[in-house]
């Protein structure tokens, strides 16, 4: 079965970066889009950013866009968040998701996104 274990979450100031991981183990990494969500205290689970299969196509909410960029590193079967500029608006659990179907290129539908990790704390303090 699909399994999608995130880590890098933590404390940080605002300002500062944060890389997440989401390591992906089960199936042929390569061949899925993946994707980010976070959900902070009392609030929907927000898309945040999604990549396609090959990484050549990106999609990004517009309350990151410019400062999270999404990447993936198919060899090692991991998507990345690298999340700069840190807002304390940003302080949520971050969740790690992958697609079920094959090389889909459109990323930018939370519906896309079927199976899910745990997810990650990251605390962003003023």
């Known amino acids: 079965q699909v399994q999608l274990v995130e880590s890098g979450g933590g404390l940080v100031q605002a300002g500062g970066s944060l890389r997440l991981s989401c390591a992906a183990s089960g199936r042929t990494f390569s061949s899925y889009?993946?994707?980010?969500f976070r959900q902070a205290?009392?609030?929907?689970?927000?898309?945040?950013?999604?990549?396609n299969w090959s990484g050549g196509s990106t999609y990004?909410?517009?309350?990151?866009?410019?400062?999270f960029t999404?990447?993936?590193?198919?060899?090692?079967?991991?998507?990345y968040l690298?999340?700069?500029s840190l807002k304390p608006e940003?302080?949520?659990?971050?969740?790690c998701a992958a697609d079920r179907l094959m090389y889909?290129?459109?990323v930018d539908s939370?519906?896309?996104?079927?199976y899910w990790g745990q997810g990650t704390l990251v605390t962003v303090s003023s």
């Not at 889009?33 to 980010?36: D, F």
């Not at 990004?60 to 400062?67: C, I, L, P, Q, T």
């Open 33 to 36: 889009a993946m994707g980010w």
């Open 41 to 51: 205290p009392g609030k929907e689970r927000e898309f945040v950013s999604g990549i």
């Open 60 to 67: 990004y909410a517009d309350s990151v866009k410019g400062r």
């Open 70 to 79: 999404i990447f993936r590193d198919n060899a090692k079967s991991t998507v």
């Open 82 to 84: 690298q999340m700069n």
């Open 90 to 95: 940003d302080t949520a659990v971050y969740y």
């Open 104 to 106: 889909r290129n459109s």
């Open 110 to 114: 939370r519906n896309t996104y079927y």
